[in-house]
Every structure is written in structure tokens, then in C-alpha cells.
């Protein structure tokens, strides 16, 4: 089947970019989807408590005045299916479904320098053809399943909370091992804590994490988003995480202690990711940081009655935000309930997983089921997985042997029009993912707007150009708390053998905007394009 685009993946990216190619550019194209329907992260992630922890009205397209204002949030933070619903009503709305295979995985795609084609295939064994490629693949697709000894003989059942089964699992009263305490391990545990028999949670690193403080939106509340439509939109374009909120013009060293308390009270009393706002420098200098740091730790110490378990929890060994920033509903008051148990994976590391549960240095503990919630293989993994093989055969394994490398995390030099989309390189996963997503979408979809006037026949970016901006990265990251976190999938730490570099870009959406704009006016400096 020959197409003008395939776009991989029907989540946030792959359903906007489809409508943009299709409807706007008048280019035949198609998706391909390996789940059953749309959704993407939220077709995947239905684990217990799988909710965002973005708010509702920013975590949604912005580009239609018309969708935006007739969805409805229910809550300040959405569910998964809330955020489901949501796209398939974009979906039917845009009419997407028709261009969509779903039940497709694509397992290679190779160009063919020849006939300046991409040609893919699934692992249904269909092939296609197509000559401009887009990934919408997403930064935290391809789970991360530990390899831990002995897996395979476990005669319970286990799951992956990123590749969680379409059908109902029942938890009641079953012994439920917990592994992993991040954003999603944070999410599951005091949801499932309140069925099962018994929860045990296996932490190797404690997380820093603020009260989500989630609420059923009020009427009011939603028919101002709907008027303010415009404001909203336009603010998303200029605070640096793509989120309603501006960082505190304040530096915390400009208040003594008392007024410093209270304005930490009142934003941990607000809650949510606008905690690490509330001064201009929790998030960039050391100093400043130790200080919340502290305060989170206290306030942690404080709801658990368990001292020593309060301690084991609040071990951190790094600066808050270093990691990615987690909210919570009553997580840490799940350690007070009977049922819940804390496993430090420091102290008391996984031996094996035995045929009835986990070994331990210290025990033998049974489990009906075990839950990973161990993350993913972030940014590169997913554009990995898809086996690309650009001209003269090179192999992108090859080239990001020592780390992802593109331009404006969009293009890679030697993989001839193949756009990624909120990819390693990009601000992606340390913004709101959805405004990401839609700057990045435009832009793309202006480019080849731009190519097919000019009548390209194949684009890429130059070596020099793509060095330059992972130089860039690697630097700006430096000068940045995130290097201070010795674990990070930031950083590709969680991944044994993969490359420890600093991934996305972390000097802000508008600043990267501004970059892709300039590219852009400079009639896409740093590209090489070859016409017809
Ligand atoms: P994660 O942040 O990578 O957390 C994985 C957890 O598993 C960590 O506690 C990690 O410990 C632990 N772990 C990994 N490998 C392990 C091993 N071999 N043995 C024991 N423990 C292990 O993954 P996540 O919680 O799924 O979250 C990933 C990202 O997804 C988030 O950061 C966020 O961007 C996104 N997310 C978003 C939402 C939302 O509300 N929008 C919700 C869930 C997830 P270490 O810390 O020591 O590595």
C-alpha cells in the first residue's frame, strides 16, 4: 500500500498530526495503531488509579476553539478513560478513525534510497510505502520489565502498568506485590491498598511527591475555561512547562522563614505540579531547593505514624524535581493502614521471583500478583523499537549507540523525512505533553507544507546542526538540578546498557519554540533539501 504519510501511533500525537497531513495538507495518509483503538499512553496505562496529573482543561488540544469548548472536565485532574473518552470524541469529531489500521505493530521500517520511499512493516506482515514517515510513538511507550531471575516460574499473574490487559482484574482480597514508587506506583498503591488482602511495596528510591488535591470541577469553573478559551491558549505558549502556571517572580532567599512557610503552606495546600512555582529558584539553584526539599520531607515525616518507615520513605538523595515531580492522593497515608507493607529494596533487595512470590535477602514472600510499575525505556526506546534503517543501511541502533542524537529533537541526519514527534531532544516529557505535542505537530506540518511547495524529494538534517544541538543539550542540562538525581530516566539510568545522556530539552517550551520558529523563518537552516 503506497501512501504520502504514515504516522505511527493513534495517541494525542498521531490523531492531530493525522488531521493536519489529511485534512489541511491533502496528503494520503495513513495510521498505524498496535492497540485496538485509539488513545495511546491512555489506551495502555488502565492500571488502578490511572489518572493525570496534569489539569484537565490544559491537558487537552488547544488548537480547535470548537473541541475545546465542548468537552466537559469532570475533575481538576482526568481520568484515563476520562482522557479516552476524550480522544475518541475527537476522534469521531475529526473522522479520523477511517485513516487508522489498528492491531498493527510496526516492526522495521527502511528506507529505500532508490525510489525515496520508507517502506514498513507490521508484524501482522503487512507492508506499506510512504515518503514522508512521522513517529507518534510516544516518550514512555516500550515498558521497562525488569529482569529479575526466576520471573517465568511465578504462578501468579503479573502486569505491566504501561501495557495493562483490556479485560477486569479483580484485587480484592489477593496479596499484591508493588513494584516501583513513581509517579504510577504513587497512583496505584493507595487505590488497590483498600481491596486487597494485603499490598506490599517494593521501593528502591523514595519519591518526593505533593498532595494532587483533585475535586470535582465546578460549573463555574469550567464555563470560565470555555470563555477564557484564547487566554488559555496563549498562556500555554509562554510559561516554561506548557502548564497554566507562571513561576513565582520571587526568589525564596527574598523572605525570612515565617513568610517563606507560609507561602510553602499555601502552595502545598493548593497542590499540584504549581507547588515547585511557588518561588522563582526551587527548581534551579541547589540552595533554594534544600530548603523545600526539607519541607516536603517534614511534611511526609508528619502524616506517617511510623517513624522508621517514615524515614525509609523520605531517604531521598536527591533534590526535589530532579526527578520527575509526583502528586498524590494519600499516598503516604496508605502506610498507616495494616494491610500495606514497605519493602526498601536498599536494605532488603529481590533475590528472585519464586513460583509463589518474591525472595528477598531477608524472606520468602507470597504473592497472588505482582504489579510493575517500573517505568519505561523513555524517549529513545519507542523510536528504537521501530527497527529504523536509513540510507546506506545505517542502522539507528548504530548511530544512537551513545545516546539519541537529532535536531530540535525532530529530524535525524541519515533518516531521510522522518519526523519524531515530542522526541529525545525535544521538551517533551518535561512539559505538558499535550501543548508539546501540538507546537510540534505544527510545525512539522508546516515543513512539509513547505517541502512539497519547493517540491523536495527528501530532507534531513545536517551532522553538523544535530551534533551542535546534543552539545547544546548535554549542556544545558549540566547547569541544570536535573544532573544532580545519580538515577534518572531522565538520563537513561533505569535502563541497564543504555547510554547515561541527559535526553530532552530542558531549557523550556518558549525557548525551544523560539528556536523552531527561527529554523523555520531561516527557511529551515540546518536542513538539507534536495529538490525534484
Ligand atoms: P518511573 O517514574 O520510571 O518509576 C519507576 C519506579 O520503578 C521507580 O520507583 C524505580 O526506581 C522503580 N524501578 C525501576 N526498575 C526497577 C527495578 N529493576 N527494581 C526495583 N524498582 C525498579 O515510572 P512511572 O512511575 O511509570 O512514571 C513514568 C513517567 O510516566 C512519569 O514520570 C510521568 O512522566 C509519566 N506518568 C504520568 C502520569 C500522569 O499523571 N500524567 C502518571 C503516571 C506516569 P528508581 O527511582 O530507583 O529508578
Given at each position: 500500500?503506497?501512501?504520502?504519510?504514515?504516522?505511527?501511533?493513534?495517541?494525542?500525537?498521531?490523531?492531530?498530526?493525522?488531521?493536519?497531513?489529511?485534512?489541511?495538507?491533502?496528503?494520503?495518509?495513513?495510521?498505524?495503531?498496535?492497540?485496538?483503538?485509539?488513545?495511546?499512553?491512555?489506551?495502555?496505562?488502565?492500571?488502578?488509579?490511572?489518572?493525570?496529573?496534569?489539569?484537565?482543561?490544559?491537558?487537552?488540544?488547544?488548537?480547535?476553539?470548537?473541541?475545546?469548548?465542548?468537552?466537559?472536565?469532570?475533575?481538576?485532574?482526568?481520568?484515563?478513560?476520562?482522557?479516552?473518552?476524550?480522544?475518541?470524541?475527537?476522534?469521531?469529531?475529526?473522522?479520523?478513525?477511517?485513516?487508522?489500521?489498528?492491531?498493527?505493530?510496526?516492526?522495521?521500517?527502511?528506507?529505500?534510497?532508490?525510489?525515496?520511499?520508507?517502506?514498513l512493516k507490521t508484524n501482522k506482515n503487512r507492508l506499506f510505502y510512504?515518503?514522508?514517515?512521522?513517529?507518534?510513538?510516544?516518550?514512555?511507550?516500550?515498558?521497562?520489565?525488569?529482569?529479575?531471575?526466576?520471573?517465568?516460574?511465578?504462578?501468579?499473574?503479573?502486569?505491566?502498568?504501561?501495557?495493562?490487559?483490556?479485560?477486569?482484574?479483580?484485587?480484592?482480597?489477593?496479596?499484591?506485590?508493588?513494584?516501583?514508587?513513581?509517579?504510577?506506583?504513587?497512583?496505584?498503591?493507595?487505590?488497590?491498598?483498600?481491596?486487597?488482602?494485603?499490598?506490599?511495596?517494593?521501593?528502591?528510591?523514595?519519591?518526593?511527591?505533593?498532595?494532587?488535591?483533585?475535586?470535582?470541577?465546578?460549573?463555574?469553573?469550567?464555563?470560565?475555561?470555555?470563555?477564557?478559551?484564547?487566554?488559555?491558549?496563549?498562556?500555554?505558549?509562554?510559561?516554561?512547562?506548557?502548564?497554566?502556571?507562571?513561576?513565582?517572580?520571587?526568589?525564596?532567599?527574598?523572605?525570612?522563614?515565617?513568610?517563606?512557610?507560609?507561602?510553602?503552606?499555601?502552595?502545598?495546600?493548593?497542590?499540584?505540579?504549581?507547588?515547585?512555582?511557588?518561588?522563582?529558584?526551587?527548581?534551579?539553584?541547589?540552595?533554594?531547593?534544600?530548603?523545600?526539599?526539607?519541607?516536603?520531607?517534614?511534611?511526609?515525616?508528619?502524616?506517617?505514624?511510623?517513624?522508621?518507615?517514615?524515614?525509609?520513605?523520605?531517604?531521598?538523595?536527591?533534590?526535589?524535581?530532579?526527578?520527575?515531580?509526583?502528586?498524590?492522593?494519600?499516598?503516604?497515608?496508605?502506610?498507616?493502614?495494616?494491610?500495606?507493607?514497605?519493602?526498601?529494596?536498599?536494605?532488603?533487595?529481590?533475590?528472585?521471583?519464586?513460583?509463589?512470590?518474591?525472595?528477598?535477602?531477608?524472606?520468602?514472600?507470597?504473592?497472588?500478583?505482582?504489579?510493575?510499575?517500573?517505568?519505561?525505556?523513555?524517549?529513545?526506546?519507542?523510536?528504537?523499537?521501530?527497527?529504523?534503517?536509513?540510507?546506506?543501511?545505517?542502522?539507528?541502533?548504530?548511530?544512537?549507540?551513545?545516546?539519541?542524537?537529532?535536531?530540535?529533537?525532530?529530524?535525524?541526519?541519515?533518516?531521510?523525512?522522518?519526523?519524531?514527534?515530542?522526541g529525545p531532544g525535544s521538551p517533551s516529557v518535561l512539559t505538558n505533553?499535550?501543548?508539546?505535542?501540538?507546537?510540534?505537530?505544527?510545525?512539522?506540518?508546516?515543513?512539509?507544507?513547505?517541502?512539497?511547495?519547493?517540491?523536495?524529494?527528501?530532507?534531513?538534517?545536517?551532522?553538523?546542526?544535530?551534533?551542535?544541538?546534543?552539545?547544546?543539550i548535554n549542556k544545558l542540562a549540566k547547569q541544570s538540578l536535573f544532573?544532580?538525581?545519580?538515577?534518572?530516566?531522565?538520563?537513561?539510568?533505569?535502563?541497564?546498557?543504555?547510554?547515561?545522556?541527559?535526553?530532552?530539552?530542558?531549557?523550556?517550551?518558549?525557548?525551544?519554540?523560539?528556536?523552531?520558529?527561527?529554523?523555520?523563518?531561516?527557511?529551515?537552516?540546518?536542513?538539507?533539501?534536495?529538490?525534484?
Open positions: 500500500m503506497y501512501l504520502d504519510t504514515i504516522i505511527v501511533g493513534a495517541g494525542f500525537s498521531g490523531l492531530y498530526q493525522l488531521h493536519k497531513c489529511r485534512d489541511q495538507l491533502g496528503l494520503k495518509t495513513l495510521v498505524i495503531e498496535e492497540g485496538k483503538d485509539v488513545g495511546g499512553t491512555w489506551y495502555w496505562n488502565k492500571y488502578p488509579g490511572s489518572r493525570c496529573d496534569t489539569e484537565s482543561h490544559i491537558y487537552c488540544y488547544t488548537f480547535s476553539k470548537e473541541i475545546y469548548k465542548n468537552w466537559k472536565w469532570k475533575e481538576r485532574y482526568p481520568k484515563q478513560k476520562e482522557i479516552l473518552n476524550y480522544l475518541k470524541y475527537v476522534e469521531k469529531k475529526l473522522k479520523l478513525r477511517k485513516d487508522i489500521i489498528f492491531n498493527n505493530r510496526v516492526i522495521s521500517a527502511t528506507y529505500l534510497e532508490n525510489k525515496k520511499l520508507w517502506s510512504c515518503r514522508y514517515l512521522i513517529s507518534a510513538v510516544g516518550s514512555l511507550s516500550v515498558a521497562n520489565i525488569p529482569n529479575i531471575n526466576g520471573i517465568k516460574s511465578f504462578k501468579g499473574d503479573w502486569y505491566h502498568s504501561g501495557r495493562w490487559p483490556n479485560k477486569k482484574i479483580s484485587f480484592k482480597n489477593k496479596k499484591v506485590a508493588q513494584i516501583g514508587t513513581g509517579s504510577t506506583g504513587i497512583q496505584i498503591a493507595p487505590v488497590l491498598a483498600k481491596s486487597v488482602k494485603s499490598l506490599t511495596i517494593f521501593q528502591r528510591t523514595p519519591n518526593y511527591s505533593i498532595p494532587a488535591r483533585n475535586r470535582k470541577l465546578t460549573k463555574s469553573f469550567v464555563e470560565n475555561t470555555k470563555k477564557n478559551y484564547l487566554k488559555i491558549k496563549n498562556l500555554l505558549t509562554k510559561t516554561p512547562g506548557g502548564h497554566a502556571f507562571h513561576f513565582a517572580k520571587k526568589s525564596i532567599f527574598e523572605f525570612n522563614e515565617t513568610k517563606r512557610l507560609k507561602i510553602l503552606d499555601k502552595a502545598w495546600l493548593n497542590g499540584g505540579l504549581s507547588f515547585r512555582a511557588c518561588f522563582s529558584d526551587i527548581t534551579k539553584k541547589l540552595s533554594a531547593n534544600k530548603i523545600v526539599s526539607n519541607y516536603i520531607r517534614d511534611k511526609i515525616i508528619n502524616i506517617v505514624k511510623d517513624k522508621e518507615i517514615a524515614k525509609k520513605l523520605t531517604d531521598f538523595g536527591h533534590p526535589f524535581t530532579s526527578k520527575r515531580p509526583t502528586l498524590n492522593t494519600n499516598y503516604f497515608e496508605t502506610f498507616n493502614r495494616k494491610n500495606v507493607r514497605l519493602i526498601d529494596l536498599k536494605t532488603n533487595p529481590i533475590i528472585k521471583i519464586t513460583k509463589n512470590g518474591i525472595r528477598t535477602r531477608k524472606e520468602e514472600l507470597k504473592f497472588d500478583k505482582i504489579i510493575f510499575a517500573t517505568g519505561y525505556d523513555a524517549l529513545s526506546g519507542p523510536i528504537l523499537s521501530l527497527n529504523l534503517i536509513g540510507r546506506k543501511k545505517i542502522k539507528l541502533k548504530k548511530y544512537w549507540k551513545n545516546g539519541p542524537k537529532t535536531f530540535l529533537g525532530i529530524m535525524i541526519p541519515n533518516f531521510p523525512n522522518f519526523f519524531i514527534i515530542s505533553v499535550p501543548a508539546q505535542i501540538q507546537q510540534h505537530v505544527e510545525w512539522i506540518s508546516n515543513f512539509i507544507k513547505y517541502l512539497e511547495k519547493v517540491k523536495s524529494i527528501s530532507v534531513e538534517p545536517s551532522f553538523k546542526e544535530t551534533e551542535s544541538w546534543v552539545k547544546k544532573m544532580k538525581a545519580k538515577n534518572s530516566w531522565y538520563k537513561g539510568d533505569n535502563i541497564p546498557g543504555k547510554p547515561k545522556k541527559f535526553i530532552p530539552y530542558p531549557a523550556g517550551l518558549p525557548q525551544y519554540r523560539k528556536i523552531c520558529n527561527k529554523v523555520q523563518k531561516r527557511m529551515y537552516k540546518g536542513f538539507k533539501i534536495s529538490l525534484k
